[in-house]
C-alpha cells in the first residue's frame, strides 16, 4: 500500500499538527499485527476467500503451521485473522500458507502499527522533523506523532520495511527511540517514560555553559580591567569573548545537533532558526568585527534553558495521562490447581480466578465469586465513596479493594479491560481536532516564513529606514529568528486538550475527543431522557397504604404473595420491598395474570386481588365505601355518606389523584369482599437530579429539557421535582431525534443525555452525546461521544464546567501566545526588545504560560454541591 498521506502544501514542519501540530492519522486502514503477550494476531485480505468451502480451504492450510493458534476466516468481509506464536512463524509464512491454498492476499495487507517511545520529542518542531523523517521511507502507511505524550504510532508495509528501518528513520531526525511494541500490547510505551529534566546531559552542559557565560559577563563590565586581548591579527578576540565562545561551544552543543537535523530533514523550525542565529552572530563577529560574541552566547545558554523548561512542562502535562496507566496493576494473584501464584497481569486469562486482599488493585474486570467488601472505584467511575461487592456484582480493573477478601472471575483480557479502554480512548481523543486547533494548523503554516521575512526585512531596512548601525540591525533580524518559530502558540490547543481529557477520566467522564470537549462547552441547550438518567430505572414501593383494619405488613404479605409468580417489573418491586420488610410468605395457588389489569391467586385458600383502581371496579367489587378510581363508573351519594360516617380516606378525590400527581403508580390489594390497601410504585428521582439540573442552570446552561417515552402526567410529575425547563413526553425514538433537531435549531447547538443503548439515534443527532452509567458497558463506550462512567447526575455539570472552562482556556492561550508574539515582532525594530527577553518571554516564557494555564484544568473537581 503505497497511498502515504503527505501535508499538505503550504504547511512546514509543526504547521500541520495535531498535537503541538503533528498527528498525522491519514488512513487507519490495513491489518495490522498485534502483539498480545507471546502471540500475535495478523490479519490479511484475501478477497477470493468468497464461501463456505474457501474458508475451511484456506482454514485448513494455515493450521498446517505448526505455530499458529487460531484462525478465523470471514466470508462477509474477505479477511483472515491469525493468532500465532511470533518464535515460530512470520507474517510472510502465514500469506505463504494462504497462497499455497490458491488465493491471493491482497497488496499491502502485510502491514502492522507500532507505538515507539520517543521521550525526547516533546514540541511542535521535533514532532516535525520525526515526520518528515518518516515520509521519507519507503513502506511507512500512516503515522501519529504526540509530543504531548512523547510517542509516535507507525504502521507499514512489513514486506517493505521492518521495525529497524523505522527505528533509524525516527533517530534520524535526532530523536533516540526507547521503546517500541506492537499497537495493541498492554505493556506499550504508551506514554514516554518520565526522565529527570534537571538531572539529564543537557542540563549539566546548559548550566556549565551558563557559568562560563556569567563569567564572561564579569569580565566584559565590572571586572574589565582583566579583559585581556587573547588574540590579535585580523581577527580580535579579548577575553570575554574567549568566554562567550567557549559557553557557545559548550551549551550550543544540542541546538546545532538539532538544527542540523531540522535542516536534513528540510524542518523550518525553532532549532534550526536559532542555529542560524547564533552561527550568524558568531559569523558577523568574525567576518565584520561586529563583535556579537555575547549575544550569541546568551542565546545558546538562555534557548537551552527554555528547552529545559519546556521539556519540564511537558512531562507535566505527560503525568496526567501516565498516571492514568499506572492505575493497574503490574502482577496478579491467580488460583491455579488450588494454590494462589503471582503471574504478570497479560499471562492472566479470561475465566481465571484472582485473589484480591484489602489495600490491592483489582488487576482485571470481572465478577465476584467469593468474598465481600467496599471497593473504591474513583479511578474509574469518580465516585468518592467505596461501593460495597458482593458474590455475582461486577468490579473493574485499577479500582481498591478497601477491606475485605475478594475472589474475582476475570471477564476481559489485558488489554481489553474499562481501564486500559479508558487509556487507549483518551489516548485517541487526541487524534480529534478542534476547530481551534484547525485554525492554528492553518495559521501557523503561515507565521514562520512571514516573520522570517520580516527579519530579513528588519536587517536590511532598519540602518536606512531608521538609521540605526549595521551592527544593531543584526541584532534585530536575530532576535526576530528567536520568535520565528511558533512554539506556544502550536502547543496552546493540545496541551489544554490532554489536560481537560485526563483531568475529566480521574473524575469518571471520558472525552471521546478535543471536538467533544470544545462542542460540550458551547451547547447552550442540554436534553435529558428520564429513565435511568434523571430516575434511576428501578421501580420501587413508595407508599404503603393499609385499609380496614390491616396493618402494612398484611397488605405487603398478600401482595408478595400476589405478585411473587408475576414478571412484571411493578410485581418485582412490590416482592423485593416486601422480602425488605422481612413481613413473611403466603402459600399460593391458582395463580393468573389478567394482562393490562393485574394478577389473582388463591392465598391460604382464599381468593386475592391485585391490580389497577379500574380493576376492581370492572370485575364487579363492592367499592361503595372507598372512593376508587374508576374508568367511567359512579361512585353513588349513598357510598360516599358511608365512608364519611367510617372515617374512610377519599380514595377517589384525594389519596389516588395525589400519588399520580407525584408520577407514581398505584396498586389495590384485596379480596372479593373488602380492599385490604394500596400500593405506589414509583422509578425514583435521582437525589442528585435537581441539584444537577439548578447547576446547569448556574453555570449558564439557557434550556434543559426533559424526553421521555413515560406517559405525560408522569413526565410532568418528574420535570416538575427536577427543575427542568421543559418536558417532552410519550416519545418514541425517532420523536427524539425530531425534539433533538427542533433544540437544535433553536438553540444552536444541544447536549444529548441518555443510557447510550436505548437513546442512540437521539445522542448520534445531537451535537454531543453523552452515556450514562458507561462503566464496563462495551456499547456505552464505543457510541457516545462522552460517557459518564457511574450513574451519577452530579457529574454532568462538572463536565458542562470543565467544557466551558477549558474553551476558555483554549482561547486564553491560543490569543496570549498570538498577541505576545506579535507585540514582540513589531517592537523589536525599535530596539524595544533585547535578544534575550525574546528568548525567556517569546520562547520559553509562553510555552511555560500556556503549559501552566492549560494544568488549571487539572483542579476542577466535582463540588460537594454536584
Not at 580580535?236 to 550550543?252: C, K, N, Q, S, Y
Not at 487509556?423 to 492554528?440: H, L, Y
Request: charged letters at 20%; hydrophobic letters at 40%; glycine letters at 10%.
Amino acid at each position: 500500500m503505497t497511498n502515504r498521506s503527505h501535508p499538505p502544501d503550504g504547511d512546514h514542519g509543526h504547521a500541520h499538527s495535531d498535537d503541538h501540530g503533528h498527528d498525522h492519522d491519514h488512513d487507519r486502514s490495513g491489518a495490522p499485527a498485534t502483539d498480545l503477550g507471546s502471540e500475535t494476531t495478523l490479519q490479511l485480505s484475501v478477497p477470493e476467500m468468497d464461501c463456505a468451502s474457501c474458508a475451511r480451504t484456506v482454514r485448513n492450510s494455515v493450521q498446517s503451521l505448526g505455530a499458529v493458534e487460531t484462525v478465523d476466516p470471514q466470508v462477509t468481509t474477505g479477511t483472515l485473522t491469525v493468532t500465532y506464536d511470533p518464535d515460530g512463524a512470520t507474517p510472510a509464512d502465514v500469506a505463504e500458507r494462504v497462497e499455497s491454498a490458491g488465493y491471493t492476499v491482497a497488496s499491502g495487507v502485510e502491514e502492522t502499527t507500532e507505538t515507539f517511545g520517543v521521550p525526547e520529542m516533546d514540541c511542535a518542531s521535533c514532532a516535525g522533523k520525526v515526520e518528515n523523517a518518516l515520509d521519507a521511507v519507503d513502506g511507512v502507511v500512516t503515522y501519529q506523532t504526540r509530543p504531548t505524550t512523547g510517542t509516535v504510532t507507525v504502521t507499514y508495509d512489513q514486506s517493505r520495511v521492518t521495525t529497524d528501518e523505522v527505528t533509524r528513520a525516527v533517530e534520524n531526525a535526532g530523536y533516540e527511540v526507547a521503546d517500541a511494541t506492537a499497537s495493541g500490547d498492554s505493556g506499550g510505551p504508551d506514554v514516554a517514560e518520565a526522565q529527570s529534566v534537571w538531572r539529564s546531559a543537557r542540563a549539566k552542559k546548559t548550566l556549565l555553559s551558563g557559568g562560563i557565560a556569567a563569567l564572561g559577563l564579569l569580565v566584559e563590565f565590572p571586572l574589565n580591567g582583566l579583559n585581556a586581548r587573547v588574540l590579535t591579527g585580523p581577527i580580535t578576540i579579548t577575553l570575554a569573548d574567549a568566554l562567550f565562545l567557549l559557553a557557545v561551544a559548550v551549551g550550543g552543543q544540542e541546538i546545532v545537533r538539532n538544527g542540523y537535523y531540522s535542516l536534513r530533514n528540510r524542518n523550518l523550525d525553532i532549532d534550526l532558526l536559532m542555529t542560524i542565529a547564533i552561527s550568524g552572530a558568531i559569523v558577523v563577529s568574525l567576518v565584520f568585527g561586529e563583535g556579537l560574541y555575547m549575544e550569541a552566547a546568551t542565546l545558546a545558554v538562555l534557548f537551552s534553558v527554555a528547552e529545559l523548561l519546556e521539556r519540564y512542562s511537558m512531562d507535566k502535562a505527560r503525568n496526567s495521562l501516565r498516571e492514568l496507566m499506572d492505575l493497574s496493576p503490574d502482577e496478579a494473584t491467580v488460583k491455579r490447581d488450588g494454590e494462589a501464584i503471582t503471574v504478570p497481569v497479560e499471562d492472566v486469562r479470561v475465566g481465571d480466578v484472582v485473589v484480591v486482599t484489602p489495600g490491592e488493585k483489582i488487576p482485571m474486570d470481572g465478577a465476584v465469586t467469593a468474598g465481600e467488601s467496599a471497593v473504591n472505584q474513583a479511578p474509574i467511575t469518580g465516585e468518592s465513596v467505596p461501593v460495597d461487592k458482593t458474590t455475582g456484582d461486577e468490579v473493574y480493573a485499577g479500582t481498591i479493594n478497601e477491606e475485605g477478601y475478594l475472589e474475582v472471575r476475570v471477564t476481559s483480557a489485558a488489554g481489553d479491560d474499562t481501564l486500559s479502554r479508558i487509556v487507549e480512548m483518551v489516548e485517541d481523543a487526541q487524534a480529534n481536532k478542534t476547530e481551534r486547533e484547525q485554525f492554528v494548523e492553518r495559521f501557523a503554516g503561515y507565521y514562520t516564513p512571514v516573520v522570517v521575512a520580516f527579519a530579513v526585512l528588519v536587517t536590511l531596512g532598519t540602518p536606512f529606514a531608521l538609521g540605526v548601525a549595521w551592527e544593531q540591525s543584526i541584532v534585530y533580524g536575530l532576535t526576530l529568528l528567536v520568535l520565528a518559530c511558533p512554539c506556544a502558540f502550536v502547543i496552546s490547543t493540545p496541551v489544554s486538550v490532554v489536560s481537560g481529557i485526563t483531568s475529566a477520566a480521574k473524575n469518571g467522564v471520558l472525552i471521546k475527543g478535543g471536538n467533544h470537549l470544545e462542542a460540550m462547552g458551547a451547547v447552550d441547550a442540554i436534553a435529558v431522557d428520564k429513565t435511568g438518567t434523571l430516575t434511576k430505572g428501578e421501580l420501587t414501593v413508595t407508599d404503603v397504604i393499609a385499609l380496614n383494619g390491616n396493618t402494612e405488613a398484611d397488605v405487603l404479605r398478600c401482595a408478595r404473595g400476589l405478585e411473587s409468580r408475576s414478571e412484571h417489573p411493578i410485581g418485582e418491586a412490590i416482592v423485593e420491598h416486601a422480602a425488605d420488610r422481612d413481613v413473611g410468605t403466603r402459600s399460593v395457588a391458582d395463580f393468573e395474570s389478567i394482562t393490562g389489569k393485574g394478577v389473582r391467586a388463591d392465598l391460604g385458600g382464599e381468593a386475592h386481588y391485585a391490580g389497577k383502581p379500574a380493576f376492581f371496579q370492572d370485575l364487579g367489587f363492592d367499592l361503595s365505601h372507598v372512593h376508587a378510581v374508576t374508568d367511567g363508573g359512579v361512585v353513588t351519594r349513598t357510598s360516599r355518606r358511608l365512608c364519611e360516617r367510617n372515617d374512610c380516606l377519599d380514595l377517589l378525590d384525594d389519596t389516588i389523584p395525589a400519588l399520580q400527581s407525584e408520577g407514581k403508580t398505584v396498586v389495590l390489594v384485596g379480596t372479593e369482599d373488602e380492599l385490604e390497601g394500596l400500593i405506589a410504585v414509583a422509578d425514583d428521582v435521582r437525589p442528585e437530579a435537581a441539584r444537577a439540573v439548578a447547576r446547569l442552570h448556574d453555570l449558564g446552561v439557557e434550556h434543559v429539557a426533559m424526553l421521555t417515552g413515560d406517559n405525560e402526567r408522569t413526565a410532568r410529575a418528574i420535570a416538575e421535582t427536577v427543575g427542568v425547563d421543559d418536558f417532552r413526553a410519550e416519545l418514541l425514538p425517532d420523536e427524539k431525534v425530531a425534539a433533538i433537531r427542533e433544540l437544535d435549531e433553536a438553540y444552536g447547538s444541544v447536549a444529548m443525555v441518555g443510557d447510550g443503548v436505548n437513546d442512540a439515534p437521539a445522542l448520534a443527532t445531537a451535537t454531543v452525546g453523552v452515556a450514562m452509567g458507561a462503566a464496563g458497558t462495551d456499547t456505552a463506550l464505543e457510541t457516545a461521544d462522552i460517557a459518564l462512567m457511574s450513574d451519577d447526575l452530579s457529574r454532568l455539570p462538572y463536565l458542562y464546567e470543565l467544557s466551558h472552562g477549558a474553551n476558555g482556556v483554549i482561547r486564553q492561550n491560543i490569543w496570549v501566545s498570538l498577541g505576545a508574539k506579535a507585540a514582540l515582532a513589531l517592537a523589536v525594530p525599535f530596539g524595544l526588545v533585547p535578544i534575550w527577553a525574546a528568548v525567556l518571554v517569546g520562547d520559553a516564557g509562553m510555552t511555560l504560560g500556556v503549559t501552566g494555564n492549560a494544568m488549571r484544568l487539572s483542579r476542577l473537581t466535582p463540588t460537594s454541591e454536584d
